[in-house]
């Protein structure tokens, strides 16, 4: 669950979103990243600049916003986030 590549090298406390966790694309908690995750169960637990930041079902989305469910909204497909992620692709 837990990457050790997005954890260490950064300096301890509160760690920053990254690009990905702010894309929707890895958990805000954990930092798994759903691109790499085989069966992802992600929801969206919170906003910024109009996109949806999610974290893992369960703990990771309570710790993010206080439920496990995360809020009451469907996530975007994640086709639809890593194309918003790179804008540049086509
Ligand atoms: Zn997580």
């Keep these: 669950m837990y990457s050790q590549d997005s954890i260490s090298g950064h300096r301890r ?7 990905e966790m702010l ?24 906003h910024r600049d109009d996109k949806q930041l ?9 710790m993010a916003c206080g439920s496990v469910n995360g809020l009451n909204e ?4 994640l086709t ?3 194309r918003a992620h790179r804008p540049g692709a086509s």
């Design 13 to 19: 406390g509160r760690p920053e979103p990254t690009a």
């Design 23 to 46: 894309a929707g694309l890895a958990c805000l908690i954990c930092g798994t990243d759903y691109r790499n995750a085989p069966d992802p169960e992600a929801v969206v637990v919170s």
């Design 54 to 62: 999610l974290a893992c079902h369960g703990t990771c989305a309570r």
């Design 74 to 77: 469907t996530p975007l497909p």
């Design 80 to 82: 639809e986030r890593v």
